[in-house]
């Protein structure tokens, strides 16, 4: 079965400090991940996706199929980074579901 | 382009009711999957419609059930109300589908149940 993991509820670092989000995730196939973030009074919208490999706003995140996680990190956080993240996963069909993580809320400190 | 709109905004129902959400998808996108989000349950699959299809579900009962016109345009049915079903409801489009594809979010609609 498909299942996306965030372990913690919320983070809370301060500005300039690393940060790092962890998803795990269980799919039997060949799965594509997504970062999804969720600024206040604003609308979801994707932060990067595995398949393309880029560093979005000094974010980057990295496909371990060891290890089954893809977890969101960043060296030096901003202020302007605390939202609601969410990481989902969705297989290799045209008819596949996606589904959510239970989403980590980032608080980063002054 | 225009982005994915929903209506209404905010809805107030009591148990026992009916309620129908409307999503307007971004042009030329053909997918539009439905989800409800909680603050206990996070961001919660629905269903996607392709092409007037459902094509996929999530574990929902029955009595939320979905529909796509053919301008990609979709509702989501929620029937016999209940107080567990408040919620904001989030559509969201996509050209082709969820696999490897960027779903565009709309605004959700905030659903109360008295």
């Known amino acids: 079965a498909q299942r996306v993991t965030q372990p913690e509820k919320l983070l809370s670092v301060f500005k300039g400090a690393p940060v790092e989000l962890k998803c795990n995730y269980s799919?039997?196939?060949?799965?594509?991940l997504f970062w999804y973030v969720q600024y206040s009074r604003q609308r979801l919208q994707l932060l990067l996706r595995?398949?393309s490999r880029e560093s979005i706003k000094g974010f980057t995140a990295d496909l371990n199929k060891g290890e089954t996680s893809f977890h969101l990190k960043k060296p030096f956080a901003q202020e302007e980074d605390s939202a609601m993240y969410y990481c989902?996963?969705?297989?290799?069909?045209?008819?596949?579901?996606?589904?959510f993580g239970s989403g980590t809320r980032l608080s980063i400190r002054p | 382009k225009a982005g994915v709109t929903q209506t209404p905004r905010y809805l107030i129902k009591t148990r026992g009711q009916q309620v129908t959400l409307s999503c307007s998808p971004i042009s030329g996108h053909r997918s539009v999957s439905w989800y409800q989000q909680t603050p206990g349950q996070g961001l919660q699959f629905l269903f996607e419609y392709f092409s007037e299809t459902q094509r996929n579900k999530g574990n929902f009962p029955g009595r939320f059930s979905g529909r796509q016109f053919s301008n990609s345009r979709s509702e989501m049915n929620v029937s016999t109300l209940e107080l567990g079903d408040s919620a904001l409801y989030l559509c969201a489009s996509s050209p082709t589908g969820t696999n490897y594809n960027e779903q565009f979010f709309g605004p959700g609609t905030r659903l109360t149940v008295l």
């Open positions: 989902a996963l969705s297989g290799d069909s045209s008819a596949s579901k996606i589904i």
């Open positions: 799919y039997s196939g060949s799965p594509e």
């Open positions: 595995h398949i």
